[in-house]
C-alpha cells in the first residue's frame, strides 16, 4: 500500500522558535495533502488542505501566518511552526491523497511537538 | 451543520464481541471510514463502506446504513491489543474527511 512519511518524529523546542515538519509520499504522487492537529483525548482537527503548487486552504480559526504550508512538490508538503509557544505543542499528522482517488488518504505516522 | 457521534469509552472483556456505532449527518457522502487509533500513534485504516449493507474483514465487521446515517464497527474474539481509540470518519461532499471524536475501547482480562 501506500506508504507516507513524516519527519521528525518528534521535537522539543524553545519557546519562539520555528520548526519544519516534513511530510513525503515514499510512491505515489501526492496532489493534495492534509495537515492535522491532535491534542491529548481529542480527535484529529483538520488545519489546512493543501494541493500542490497552489496556496494551503486553511480551516476557521487557524492562523495561515502562524502555520506556513508548502507544497512545492508532488512527493512533499512542508508545514512550519513559526514562533511556537507551549499551546502549540500537540500531535501534527499529516495525510496525502492521489488525484485520481479522491476517497483514500494515506497517513503519516504524526509527529510529536513540545515547546518548553 | 456538520456532526458524527459516537460514544465516548467503552468496555469489554478479552475474547468477547462489542460494537461501536456511528451516526452522522454530514453535507454529502462518498463513504464512511472506521480508523483505529493506539495512543500516540497515527491513526490506521480498518474499513470502508460507501454502499449499505455488511464489510468482514477477519475479526473486524463494518455496517452502514445511509437512509439511517449510521454505522457500526464490530469486533470479535477480542483481544488485549484492541485496546484503542476507533475513530469514525465520514467523507464528504468536498471529499473532506470529518471526524468524530473517537470511542476509546477498554479490553479487560
Known amino acids: 500500500g501506500a506508504v507516507v512519511s513524516q519527519h521528525p518524529s518528534w521535537v522539543i523546542c524553545k519557546s519562539g522558535t520555528s520548526v519544519k515538519i516534513e511530510c513525503r509520499s515514499l510512491?505515489?504522487?501526492?496532489?493534495?495533502m492534509f495537515w492535522y492537529r491532535q491534542f491529548p483525548k481529542q480527535s484529529l482537527m483538520l488545519m489546512a488542505t493543501?494541493?500542490?503548487?497552489?496556496?494551503?486552504?486553511?480551516e476557521q480559526g487557524v492562523e495561515k501566518d502562524k502555520f506556513l504550508i508548502n507544497h512545492a512538490s508532488l512527493t512533499l508538503s512542508t508545514l512550519t511552526v513559526t514562533s511556537a509557544h507551549p499551546e502549540d505543542s500537540s500531535f501534527y499528522i499529516c495525510?496525502?491523497?492521489?488525484?485520481?482517488?479522491?476517497?483514500?488518504?494515506?497517513f503519516g505516522p504524526g509527529t510529536r511537538l513540545t515547546v518548553l | 451543520g456538520q456532526n458524527i457521534d459516537q460514544p465516548t469509552e467503552m468496555t469489554a472483556t478479552e475474547g468477547a464481541i462489542v460494537q461501536i456505532n456511528c451516526t452522522y449527518q454530514?453535507?454529502?457522502?462518498?463513504?464512511l471510514f472506521w480508523y483505529q487509533q493506539h495512543a500516540g500513534e497515527a491513526p490506521t485504516f480498518l474499513s470502508y463502506?460507501?454502499l449499505d449493507g455488511l464489510e468482514e474483514k477477519g475479526r473486524f465487521s463494518s455496517f452502514l446504513s445511509r437512509s439511517k446515517g449510521y454505522s457500526y464497527l464490530l469486533l470479535k474474539e477480542l483481544q488485549m491489543k484492541d485496546s484503542a481509540s476507533y475513530l469514525c470518519a465520514v467523507l464528504d461532499s468536498n471529499y473532506q474527511l470529518i471526524w468524530g471524536a473517537g470511542t476509546k475501547l477498554i479490553i479487560k482480562p
Open positions: 493543501s494541493n500542490e503548487g497552489s496556496k494551503a486552504t486553511y
Open positions: 510512491d505515489f504522487q501526492a496532489t493534495t
Open positions: 463502506n460507501v
Open positions: 454530514t453535507s454529502g457522502f462518498n463513504g
Open positions: 495525510s496525502a491523497r492521489e488525484e485520481r482517488e479522491l476517497n483514500e488518504q494515506f
